[in-house]
């Protein structure tokens, strides 16, 4: 194994046509992932057709025929934005009149389709006529006070539509997708028209906040984007800073820091051809996380190849020693980083085995960035005078300190072994027994109006996401 690693590292440093070929051929089909990853997709991955007896397994389910009741189909599900009125006169002349212009003004938007709230409830007297749950708003005190007594009893107002101490009230407004143009037009555009009609009644104290699916995926979409920036330029930020400290020369630190950022690069790229959705464990903490296991590796071929350097050797001749010397290790330490992310991808979650998959393929893409790009750059302009602050970095002057640790562990190898496959164990037994606990909630900035109103319909609603249960029954 030691031969075939000297092979490679001697061809590595004395082939650099070859090598710079191989950077040429990754960065350009990571480039293709940039710019379009279907170019390349359509080549290798076939659309699966239907067999002919495909649906032959599934129950033959009923189709409505001449005789079929024709009803009115009501339901809850579907609204695309959850508009949270708060106030405490809902059940009163001006409360009820206001809520009605407050729908009214929205239905009459073109960015909506229809509102469902209290009073478009099914609700059928003795005569068989539908009738609405509030009152007119000419009708007294009592009337509306029966009206909430009957909306309190109704199976789907309270908890629904009207929370338990009738201060809140949910509006849900069902979009028209070809109005819909910018994303005010499904957020601030609604919460305006509402407080617009609302300023008209300041005695019932008539409040609005928009939540719902939309409204939480637009939230969620711009504040990815902007930590996906932040985190980003944070995480490069402190590999330069801590690459600065570890190496004293320049040039060291311009070559140990470029080699993660090329392994970002293609990593960012070859992702795209397996990451389907827009995952913000694979666009902000991948980069971060891949660079630094590239970091480490580069610290550690950097390293030997400076203290050979300062033994008089030339620059590319401690290139191609270092990683023949050091070359394996980086190999294995990647290997195993590499499993270890890849168990992420026996999780439930697609979210969480999307990541164990790309951050596999992003520390290989890592390893190999580090093993090509630092001897190529040794062995040009940048590896002139390589050994320059050998003596005086961080690295070389407390390498020696740690040996004491590394001889210690060396001589309980056996103990130490024993001890981490069974605390292994343990830890896996407890690992077992959580549960996951996925909420939409976590995924938007606490401070947001949209997790404002969610928070406060998973207080008084119980929460937005419902269960829908499915009866199928065939011709018998």
Known sequence: MDLWAHRIASWIANR??????????????????????NLVKQFFVKSAVESPGAESSKPNRVRPTASSPSVDRFTLLGAEVVLVAKSDHFFSAR??????QVVDALESLDEVARVVWLDRVPMMNIFGLPEPILPRSTASESLFAAAKDKAMRHPLIPGQLLSDDGQAMLLMVFLEPAYILNDSS??????????????????????????????????????????????????????????????????????????????VFWTLGFVRYF?????????????????????????HLMV?????ASEGLSSARAAERGLQQVGMACFLTSLTTAIGFGSLMTAESVWVREFGQCCTVGVALCFVAVILVIPLACNSWLGQALHVGHAESLIERNLTRIGGVIRWVIRNRVSLSVFSVLSTIVLSIFTYQLAP???????????????QAMRFIDANFGGLEVCTVEIIWDES
């Open 16 to 37: 650099r046509l070859y090598v710079w070929g191989i950077c040429f051929l990754i960065s350009a089909f990571a480039g293709i992932g940039y710019y379009d990853a």
């Open 95 to 100: 409360g009820a009149e206001a809520m009605r």
């Open 186 to 263: 499904a957020t601030t555009l609604l919460r305006d028209t509402a407080d617009q009609v609302a300023r008209e009644f300041p005695d019932i104290d008539l409040s609005f906040q928009v939540t719902g699916r939309v409204p939480a995926l637009i939230t969620a979409v711009g504040t990815h984007e902007a930590n996906q920036l932040r985190y980003q330029l944070i995480g490069y930020g402190m590999i330069l800073v801590m690459t600065t400290i570890l190496f004293r020369g320049l040039r060291a630190v311009a070559i140990v820091t470029l080699a993660p950022f090329v392994g």
């Open 275 to 299: 990451q389907d959705t827009q995952n913000p464990l694979v666009d902000v903490i991948l980069p971060i996380l891949v660079s630094l296991v590239g970091l480490t590796d580069g610290v």
């Open 304 to 308: 030997q190849i400076r203290k050979l």
């Open 437 to 451: 606990d996925d909420r939409a909630l976590d995924q938007l900035p606490q401070s947001s109006e949209a997790a």
